[in-house]
């Protein structure tokens, strides 16, 4: 069993959707990390957080440390938001990975 | 502040052929990672360093990947011969001693035909 598990694995909206991704993880960690990894493969960094919730335009980034859950949300979702979003936290001097949602957004 | 820069962004090879990657982490992160990211899958961690020492390479095939840091400062990783389920994209990560946030470069996608 993976330490990180996301889900879905793949997700199709049409563009303007609310769309959510969740992230379930099994260890202790010290922060959690959302990242965005476009067809050429390199990853950006869109959140890291380690308690309540954070903002960046359309995006919403919230984990609850009791339940070891954490969920990304995009709103109002655009063909640019197509692309890979991986979990992953920080346990330790470890980073654990989910196997990433498959974001596809239908103009 | 410049980012974590890695090359080549692609590269071709056929099997048995060598390859290397090389990698630039932020100015003063102690920490450098290398990943290899097959597709479909999240990226699994093949060396660890702390500056110029491996922290930890239990992943990493030894029989033909290896991978350095002798100046504590730039890495490089190489596959030799190369086999055709290494074809993944590379990823070096970068972090600053003590701190929970991760940088991460453009990556290197491998194609091993």
């Known amino acids: 069993k993976n330490e990180v598990e996301q889900s879905p694995q793949n997700l199709t909206a049409q563009e303007g959707e609310f769309i959510t991704i969740n992230c379930s993880y099994s260890v202790g960690i010290s922060a959690l990390h959302w990242l965005q990894q476009h067809p050429g493969g390199g990853i950006v960094s869109l959140f890291m957080?380690?308690?309540g919730k954070k903002k960046h335009g359309r995006l919403i980034a919230t984990i609850n440390i009791q339940e070891k859950h954490s969920s990304l949300h995009i709103t109002a979702s655009h063909p640019r938001d197509s692309a890979v979003y991986i979990c992953a936290v920080t346990s330790g001097n470890q980073f654990y990975f989910g196997t990433g949602t498959s974001l596809t957004v239908i103009p | 502040e410049a980012g974590v820069a890695q090359s080549p962004r692609y590269k071709i090879i056929e099997k048995r052929q060598s390859v290397a990657f090389w990698c630039n982490p932020i100015?003063?992160?102690?920490?450098l990672y290398w990943y290899q990211q097959i597709l479909g899958q999240g990226p699994k961690l093949l060396i660890q360093?702390?500056?110029?020492?491996?922290?930890?390479d239990s992943q990493l095939p030894k029989d033909r990947f290896s991978a350095e840091r002798l100046k504590g400062v730039d890495s490089t990783l190489k596959i030799q011969p190369a086999k055709l389920e290494d074809s993944a994209v590379y990823l070096c990560?970068?972090?600053?001693?003590?701190?929970?946030?991760?940088?991460f470069g453009q990556g290197t996608r491998l194609t091993v035909v």
């Open positions: 990560a970068s972090r600053l001693q003590g701190s929970t946030e991760a940088f």
């Open positions: 957080l380690s308690s």
């Open positions: 100015s003063g992160h102690a920490t």
């Open positions: 360093f702390q500056n110029n020492g491996v922290v930890d």
